[in-house]
T-cell receptor, first 111, second 117 residues
Framework: SQTIHQWPATLVQPVGSPLSLECTVE??????LYWYRQAAGRGLQLLFYSVGIGQISSEVPQNLSASRPQDRQFILSSKKLLLSDSGFYLCACTRGNTEAFFGQGTRLTVV | AQTVTQSQPEMSVQEAETVTLSCTYDTSENNYYLFWYKQPPSRQMILVIRQEAYKQQNATENRFSVNFQKAAKSFSLKISDSQLGDTAMYFCAFMKPYGGATNKLIFGTGTLLAVQP
């Protein structure tokens, strides 16, 4: 079965600093990959999804970007963080009709 | 576009009792998958149960079962004999079973369930 590695687990960054969160997948090839953000006590907002290398779809306009340089690697980035970028970020993958598998998440606090 | 609605932001149930969480969705598709995920305080997402839309029989996993009403686009989760470890946020999710760009996983806003001793 698929395993998702996501890091770091916790991150505190100052406003205006850059961001790079990485997610890698094991146990499958050519997965669909997703980045979700979850505000405290709230639901999961889909930020980006990717169906293949270099193919990124953005769901909401925002200060973030995503890239997929390899089949099983998905990166979430920002050039300059805002306070509103704080939240819990989850990477997920699906492969065909299977359930989604999730990483452990990254708790980002922008100060 | 598909949407998933969970109208109960919070619910509470006594230990050993039964609770039902509601979920409705909107789609024009005939084939799709529905899921319930559990997110405990650790925030790890855990699959609770999955339902294929082409199956009329409701899915069951131990104390967890669903009431899938395709015509009504309703997908509720019943938890029987509630346990303290069931305390978590529960998310309903929808996915179309096609590959490529349409294979997105869409979540509802979640229901926070508290099991009281």
């Amino acid at each position: 079965s698929q395993t998702i590695h996501q890091w770091p687990a916790t991150l505190v960054q100052p406003v205006g600093s850059p961001l790079s969160l990485e997610c890698t997948v094991e146990g499958t090839s050519n997965p669909n990959l997703y980045w979700y953000r979850q505000a405290a006590g709230r639901g999961l907002q889909l930020l980006f999804y990717s169906v293949g290398i270099g193919q990124i779809s953005s769901e909401v306009p925002q200060n973030l970007s995503a890239s997929r340089p390899q089949d099983r690697q998905f990166i979430l980035s920002s050039k300059k963080l805002l306070l509103s970028d704080s939240g819990f970020y989850l990477c997920a993958c699906t492969r065909g009709n299977t359930e989604a598998f999730f990483g452990q998440g990254t708790r980002l606090t922008v100060v | 576009a598909q949407t998933v609605t969970q109208s109960q932001p919070e619910m509470s149930v006594q230990e050993a009792e039964t609770v039902t969480l509601s979920c409705t969705y909107d789609t024009s598709e005939n084939n799709y998958y529905l899921f319930w995920y559990k997110q405990p305080p650790s925030r790890q997402m855990i699959l609770v149960i999955r339902q294929e839309a082409y199956k009329q029989q409701n899915a069951t996993e131990n104390r967890f079962s669903v009431n899938f009403q395709k015509a009504a686009k309703s997908f509720s989760l019943k938890i029987s004999d509630s346990q303290l470890g069931d305390t978590a946020m529960y998310f309903c999710a929808f996915m179309k079973p096609y590959g490529g760009a349409t294979n997105k996983l869409i979540f509802g806003t979640g229901t926070l369930l508290a099991v009281q001793p």
